[in-house]
């Protein structure tokens, strides 16, 4: 579970990725030598089939590495491929509807607003994302910045419910730290792959787990 971890959540975006030439397994490979928090497959684009694929990989991968693996927005695929869990966005569906697909999976969940927070928390999730934190460049239709008082407000909340935070959005290295006093975790998508590439994504992933509290 994530209530304890701290660090690096660490966001594999398959269409991200593929708009810069880069192969998700190998990216992956690289990223689990820094031993991340989490690790999270999103692939808005895909087929289901295509996504399963890639995901049944990247578990096993996971798995052999000893870091939890979640799937983004499909508790069936999370299920079928063997992930720890899955990570719910506020129009999928709910957290009481995904554990009824899978009972085992540990649920996490995307929440923008203050009242998303406090609603989500009633259903216990693994752990809590907040955001966007900063402004960011990865969703096509964002929602508006929260800022680090309005995350400082969700980890209240989270505190008193012994919900782990992982706050989203425009998260790289200079913010990190800003993030680590408040989140149990930062989540991050484009700041994983530095201008220098696959030979760097190990180093900068290690760099952003500590400086995100990680160890």
């Known amino acids: 579970m994530l209530r304890s971890v701290r660090g690096l959540y660490a966001i594999v975006d ?7 030439g880069c192969a998700p ?3 992956l490979e690289r990223l689990l030598v820094a031993r991340p928090a989490a690790v999270q497959l999103r692939a808005k684009s895909s087929s289901a089939r295509a996504t399963l694929q890639l995901a049944r990989s990247m578990a096993a991968c996971c798995r052999a590495a000893g870091v939890p693996f979640f799937v983004n927005d499909r508790p069936d695929l999370a299920l079928l491929s063997g992930s720890v869990g899955v990570h719910l966005g506020q129009h999928d569906l709910s957290l009481p509807d995904a554990h009824r697909v899978g009972p085992a999976l ?6 923008h607003r203050l009242e998303e927070v406090e609603s989500a928390l009633v259903e216990r999730p693994h752990y809590l994302a907040f955001g966007p934190v900063f402004a960011t460049a990865s969703k096509r ?22 919900i782990a935070l992982v706050a989203i959005g425009g998260i790289d290295e200079a913010r990190a730290a800003q993030v680590a006093a ?6 991050v998508i484009s700041a994983l792959l530095p201008a220098g590439g696959l030979s760097e994504v190990t180093a900068t992933a290690r760099r952003l787990h500590s400086a995100l509290g990680g160890s």
């Open 141 to 162: 239709d964002p929602e508006p910045v929260v800022g680090l008082d309005g995350l400082a407000a969700a980890a209240q909340r989270c505190r008193r419910a012994r």
């Open 14 to 20: 398959w269409d991200f990725l593929a708009a810069r």
């Open 25 to 27: 397994l190998p990216f």
């Open 106 to 111: 540990q649920l996490g969940v995307s929440t």
């Open 182 to 187: 408040t989140a149990d975790a930062g989540a």
